[in-house]
């Protein structure tokens, strides 16, 4: 059984940092995908980054220069760094696993709970 987790969220001030992570079980990073999404209040949910076992990563337009996607095999995790983060930076963060790099929900076939980002002006 598949199991994410994210942590890491919570309250900013914009100008700030946060750096979300996500643990797996039963699931690789090693040899797998992972990604993250996020949904704003009232949107849709979007594509953030994804990172695979190569450690080849991929960002929305959006994401490139200020949000940074890592992993740690050891620890089976995946993070994403926000910088300078801004008031249109709140949103759930979810955490995402799958067998290839895609920018589409439909390719990840788990998903955790996500972690609420807040972030003040």
């Known amino acids: 059984q598949v199991q994410l987790v994210e942590s890491g969220g919570g309250f900013a001030q914009a100008g700030g940092s946060l750096r979300l992570s996500c643990l797996a079980s039963?699931?690789?990073?090693?040899?797998?995908?992972a990604a993250w999404f996020r949904q704003a209040p009232g949107k849709e949910r979007e594509f953030v980054a994804t990172?695979?076992?190569?450690?080849?990563?991929y960002y929305a337009d959006s994401a490139k220069g200020r949000f940074f996607i890592s992993k740690d095999e050891v620890k089976n995790a995946v993070y994403l760094q926000i910088r300078s983060l801004k008031p249109e930076d709140t949103a759930v963060y979810y955490c995402a696993a799958g067998p290839r790099l895609s920018t589409r929900e439909r390719d990840y076939e788990y998903w955790g709970q996500g972690t609420q980002v807040t972030v003040s002006s």
């Open positions: 990172i695979n076992w190569g450690y080849n990563s």
């Open positions: 039963g699931f690789m990073f090693n040899s797998g995908v």
